[in-house]
C-alpha cells in the first residue's frame, strides 16, 4: 500500500512538472508581435530552456526519487545497525562490571575460607585469570587482534617489576623490568597509564632483544596496579596490530587493574 502510494505521488509530480515546463516554456517564446512587417518568431532563450529542463526532470523523477529515498533508506539503516552495536556494547560492559562486582564478593567471603597458603594463592591466580579472560573477550573483537594481558608484580627487594601470569599463556622476551625501564618500568615509576597505538614509535619502549628484531605486538596499554598508596605492579595489554585504544577499553583496562590489585591486596591480607 505504502509502495503504490509512493508510486501514485511521484506520477503526480511528474504530469505537474511536465505541463509546467511545457506551458512555460510555450508561453515564453510565443510571438508577441503579429505584424507582417515585424514578428517575433519562437526563439529559445535561457528561461525557455529553465522551463524545458522541468519536463526532463518530470521525466527522470522517478530514477531520481528512487535514488534519493533509497539512499537515505540506506542511511538510516546504517545508523540503526550504529545504534544497535552501541547498546550491545553498552549492554556487554554492563554485564561485565556487574560479573566483576558479584566475583569480588564470592572471592573476598572464598579467600577468607582458605585453609593454606597453597589454596590462596591459587584462588589468587585463578580470580585474576577469570578477569583477564573476561577483559580480553570484551577487547579482543577481532580474532587477529590476539590480544594479550600480563600482570607484573613489584618485587621491593631486586627494585623491578617481575612478570607473574597472563592470559593467555605466554613467555616474554623479557621477565623483569628495573624501574624506568622501558615503558613498564616508566609507567610504574610514574604511575600513570600510558597507551600506545604504535610501540614502536614511542620513545620510552625498550625494544625486545636488545633491538634486533622489532616488537612481536604493536598496540599496548600500560597501566598501574595499586591499592590506595600502596604500589602492587603494573599491568599490560597488547595487541598484534596497531591501533588506538578506546575510551571504553581504556575503562575495562583500569578495571581489570582495579580488579587485580583487590586479588592480590585479600591474599596478601589473609
Known amino acids: 500500500m505504502m509502495d503504490e502510494g509512493w508510486r501514485r505521488h511521484i506520477w503526480i509530480a511528474q504530469l505537474i512538472l511536465a505541463v509546467a515546463g511545457l506551458a512555460g516554456a510555450a508561453l515564453h517564446a ?3 508581435r503579429l505584424s507582417p512587417a515585424s514578428q517575433n518568431w519562437p526563439i529559445l532563450d535561457a528561461v ?6 522541468l519536463v526532463v526532470v518530470a521525466v527522470l523523477l522517478p530514477g531520481l526519487s528512487k535514488f534519493t529515498f533509497g539512499g537515505v533508506s540506506v542511511e538510516m539503516q546504517e545508523v540503526k545497525q550504529s545504534a544497535d552495536q552501541l547498546v550491545d556494547v553498552i549492554s556487554d560492559y554492563a554485564n561485565l562490571v556487574q560479573n566483576w562486582s558479584t566475583s569480588a564478593v564470592l572471592y573476598t567471603d572464598l579467600i577468607a575460607r582458605a585453609s593454606n597458603d597453597a589454596e590462596l594463592a591459587e584462588l589468587m591466580s585463578n580470580y585474576i585469570r577469570d578477569r583477564m579472560g573476561e577483559a580480553r573477550d570484551f577487547l ?3 580474532p587477529k587482534d590476539n590480544v594479550r594481558v600480563a600482570l607484573w608484580i613489584f618485587d621491593p627487594e631486586r627494585a623491578s617489576l617481575e612478570f607473574r601470569l597472563s592470559v ?23 604511575q600513570r597509564r600510558f597507551m600506545e597505538a ?13 633491538g634486533r628484531q622489532k616488537p612481536p605486538y604493536r598496540a599496548v596499554w600500560c597501566g598501574p596496579v595499586s591499592r590506595g598508596q600502596e604500589r602492587i605492579g603494573m599491568l599490560t595489554i597488547d595487541k598484534k ?3 588506538l585504544f578506546s575510551a571504553a577499553a581504556d ?5 581489570l587493574a582495579a580488579q587485580c590489585a583487590l586479588a592480590i591486596d585479600q591474599y596478601r591480607t589473609h
Open 30 to 32: 510565443a510571438p508577441l
Open 198 to 210: 604504535d610501540v614502536t614509535t614511542a620513545p620510552c619502549y625498550k625494544s625486545t632483544r636488545g
Open 48 to 53: 525557455d530552456l529553465g522551463w524545458l529542463a
Open 168 to 190: 593467555p599463556t605466554f613467555k616474554p622476551t623479557q621477565s623483569a623490568y628495573a624501574l624506568r625501564e622501558g615503558m613498564i618500568g616508566q609507567a610504574f615509576v610514574e
Open 241 to 243: 596490530t596497531a591501533a
Open 140 to 142: 579482543s573483537a577481532d
Open 251 to 255: 575503562d575495562i583496562a583500569k578495571g
